[in-house]
């Protein structure tokens, strides 16, 4: 299918219309209503009158038509019919329209009707002047999603002329609509713009129609055949073999103090294997916080320096990276590994050091934050790329990374997730993304008990504080999130540091927040780690990745601020330990609804995965695995949740198209593709 070419409306149209996506024919055609207006019917005066409170289609002649100044400036023009009377009010207006509305011009109005001081008005009603008998349309009226400068009318013709210049031809064969029981194509669309006067409005209005259904079959089928074609293209990419799993590996796991669980014995097996081909994985390792995936991704990274290449592992703060750091460097190192630190904070002669290091090969293995994707840093050998956390990094900046390969070849991939994303909303978004869980945690772990607390029993809980101290325990003090400002944040914290140190004299209070220098952090946080300090006051900076398996006790202030998938992610801080675990949520009454379904969840499970199924209930899928950026931002009209049944047959049917590789399916591909994406898919290759 020839893509349809743009006529040259006036400039400033076409910029308009560009400015909220609109470049092509198509574009404008595939630009569907949000809402109808039904202008199909008419009511005499005296109905609308009667009935009231809603809209309503009348038609009249104008007998009195005047410019009001009680209150203010205002066209009244009264308009009447065999039945009665009725005020149109309008406060801003132009002159012309005085003129246009003169006595004895007939006049549709479509209005919502009100009963006002002088009787039954319509304020500011949308209008037409007519002949009498005009025929009335006979479908619904689009209202289309506008932007600056882009009235309804405009739009209307807009999208009416292009659907005159537009090729309608189908591009899903006849073979899989049928089987399917889709509509075709060119119907769908027409009936969506303009939809009989009879239409079934609820279908409509909740997308479940058949025409609504053939357009989001469309949408995904577009989606999920650009996202496979992507898998191909990187297929086709070259990846270093990392075919030894060898010394290293082997004195690696030699020399843990643990065993590994079953579930981190299956992932490593997955990797490994996928580490041995010749071309990039990109596999996301998933695990609930605490189920030890950095052990994991350690047993990667040794697979690759065993296999002669460099390793590189990202984590999105310097605590989180360095504690990786701290503790690979220590497994490693006394196996004879050199491993590379490198972040921001470095001195510039320290990281030239680091760069150097990194850039002959004497570093096997580099981490760090995203200061390893400046440009400056470029690795000997760089096979395998970790990637922690991988949510919190852009598109862009896992990307950057991945170029880093040479020889013409991409690293591979391991992305690391305490986030849990449904699995079937993973391969919607990702088809190319292979995902590992690691369902189990290590054991002698006890369950973590959470109670939720009204602030105003504040005293009580450092009570609880001090006796958890006592008895040798350490805890976490959480501070409260505020996102308007972090001077306010930093200012909190800081109180809540003073106060706790002064009703808590016996105990050691230590205090980190994010704007402390990163070797003053490390210092208190070592001293924590030291069981030198007994409660830890900290800004969310304890987020992600701290190992503190003696803390056992954690209270989070105004935990109602918080999302559901950050809570869960701090409370992962406390049952790392066989100490039995306490999570105290501190919240501020009164509790609007959706906190208090977030403080229950928290109450009721401690199952990542059941908590990401809930969080996705309560906030949609839109922020999972930095998601707008990928597949979500392409998707208009289906609902990745409501409509998982079309995305299944969606991948299936883009599965067959693809696995034939005859002329008249990649014909298919590419209509469809051009006529779904037009010039978009490119940033789907990542
Ligand atoms: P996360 O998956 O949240 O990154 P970590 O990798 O930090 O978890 O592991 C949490 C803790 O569990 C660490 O102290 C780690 O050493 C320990 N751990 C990991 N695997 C095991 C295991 N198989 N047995 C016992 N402890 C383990
Ligand atoms: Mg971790």
């Not at 009231?52 to 009680?70: C, D, H, L, P, R």
Request: net charge neutral; proline share 5%; glycine share 8%.
């Amino acid at each position: 299918m020839p893509a349809s070419k743009t006529t040259n409306p006036p400039k400033t149209l076409e910029s308009k219309l560009a400015r909220i996506g609109l470049r092509s024919d198509m574009d404008l055609v595939l630009h569907l209503p949000m809402r109808y207006e039904d202008e199909t019917r008419i009511v005499t005066i005296r109905e609308a009158c009667m009935r009231g409170g809603q809209t309503w289609q009348v038609e009249g002649v104008v007998v009195k038509n005047e410019i009001s100044y009680k209150p203010r400036r205002q066209l009244l023009v009264t308009i009447q019919d065999d039945s009665g009377d009725l005020l149109l009010r309008f406060m801003n207006f132009y002159g012309s329209q005085t003129k246009q509305m003169a006595e004895g011009v007939r006049i549709r109005a479509r209005g919502e009707l009100k009963h006002g001081f002088f009787g039954a008005e319509m304020v500011h009603p949308t209008y037409k002047v007519v002949n009498e008998g005009a025929p009335l349309p006979s479908s619904l009226t689009p209202v289309y999603p506008a932007g600056e400068g882009l009235s309804q009318t405009i739009l209307r013709k807009a999208i009416a002329d292009a659907m005159k210049r537009i090729d309608w031809s189908d591009t899903v064969p006849p073979g899989i609509r049928k089987r399917l029981e889709l509509i075709d194509f060119e119907p769908a669309v027409k009936l969506l713009h303009y939809p009989p006067a009879d239409v079934d409005e609820y279908a409509l209005s909740e997308k479940s129609h058949p025409a609504w259904e053939r357009m989001k079959f469309d949408e995904l089928l577009a989606q999920q055949l650009s996202l496979k074609r992507a898998q191909r293209a990187r297929r086709e990419k070259g990846a270093p073999h990392l075919r030894a799993v060898g010394a290293l590996s082997e004195a690696f796991l030699a020399g843990l103090p643990f065993k590994l669980t079953g579930a981190q014995q299956r992932v490593v097996e997955e990797i490994r294997a996928d580490l041995r081909e010749g071309y990039p994985m990109q596999r996301l390792l998933q695990g609930d916080v605490g189920s030890g995936k950095t052990v994991v991704s350690a047993l990667a990274a040794a697979q690759a320096i065993d296999s002669g290449y460099q390793a590189a592992l990202m984590a999105p703060t310097e605590i989180l990276a360095e504690q990786h750091f701290r503790k690979i460097a220590a497994w490693m190192e006394p196996l004879g590994v050199k491993v590379a630190w490198l972040t921001g904070s470095l001195k510039k002669k320290e990281k030239t050091a680091s760069n150097e290091m990194i850039e002959s090969g004497e570093a096997h293995l580099v981490i760090g934050t995203h200061a390893l994707i400046q440009d400056t840093v470029q690795f000997a050998k760089l096979g395998l790329v970790i990637v922690d956390e991988q949510h919190r990094f852009g598109v862009g900046q896992r990307l950057t990374l991945r170029n880093k390969g040479s020889d013409g070849l991409v690293p591979h991939q391991l992305m690391m997730s305490a986030t849990p994303i449904p699995r079937t909303l993973a391969m919607t978004y990702y088809a190319d993304l292979e995902v590992s869980v690691i369902d189990e945690l290590p054991p002698g772990r006890s369950p973590i008990v959470t109670r939720a607390i009204d602030q105003m029993r504040r005293d009580e809980v450092i009570e609880r504080v001090y006796a958890a101290a006592l008895e040798g325990r350490q805890v976490y003090w959480v501070c409260p999130l505020i996102e308007e400002s972090e001077a306010l944040q930093l200012q909190t914290a800081t109180e809540t540091y003073e106060t706790l140190a002064e009703s808590l004299p016996d105990l050691q209070v230590g205090l980190v927040h994010g704007r402390m220098k990163p070797a003053e952090k490390q210092e208190v946080m070592d001293a924590f780690i030291a069981g030198q300090v007994h409660v830890l006051v900290a800004t969310t900076v304890i987020e992600v990745g701290v190992d503190v398996p003696n803390a056992s006790l954690m209270v989070i202030e105004h935990a109602e601020r918080f999302g559901l998938s950050q809570l869960h992610q701090l409370r992962g801080r406390v049952g790392r330990g066989t100490a039995a675990s306490v999570c105290l949520l501190l919240y501020q009454s009164p509790l609007g609804q959706v906190a208090k379904q977030r403080l229950m969840t928290m109450r009721e499970t401690t199952d990542g995965f059941e908590i990401a199924r809930r969080d996705l209930e309560i906030r949609g899928p839109g922020e999972f695995l930095g998601a707008r950026q990928s597949g979500q931002a392409m998707l208009r009209f289906a609902d990745l949740e409501t409509d998982q049944w079309l995305v299944d047959r969606a991948r299936d049917v883009a599965q067959y198209l693809l696995d034939g590789e005859t002329p008249e399916r990649m014909a298919v591909v590419d209509a469809h593709l051009a006529r779904w994406l037009g010039g978009r898919e490119e940033f789907l290759k990542v």
